[in-house]
């Protein structure tokens, strides 16, 4: 992965839905729309790291 930062795509929703501007929602829905492309489903994603996660903890620790 070249990105070691997520957009704040979801803050970006919020605020452009608060704003009312048709064409700002527009804007946030396409970027959206890209980032889901290039990206996939992050919540998932992120669900199954914090599952592999949980079980590396659980393993008993090895040197090396």
Same mark, same amino acid.
């Given at each position: 992965?070249? $990105?070691? /930062?997520? +957009? +704040? !795509?979801?803050?970006?929703? %919020? &605020?452009?839905?608060?704003?009312?501007? #048709?064409?700002?929602?527009?804007? /946030?829905?396409?970027?959206? &729309? /890209? !980032?889901?492309? @290039?990206?996939?489903?992050? +919540? /998932?994603? #992120? &669900?199954? #790291? *914090?599952? @592999?996660? $949980? =079980?590396? @903890? *659980? *393993? +008993? !620790? =090895? %040197?090396?």
């Amino acid at each position: 992965m070249a $990105s070691t /930062a997520i +957009p +704040p !795509y979801g803050v970006v929703i %919020h &605020e452009a839905i608060a704003s009312g501007d #048709l064409a700002k929602m527009k804007a /946030a829905a396409q970027q959206a &729309e /890209a !980032y889901v492309q @290039e990206w996939g489903n992050v +919540p /998932a994603a #992120l &669900e199954a #790291l *914090k599952q @592999e996660i $949980s =079980r590396q @903890e *659980k *393993k +008993p !620790y =090895r %040197h090396g």
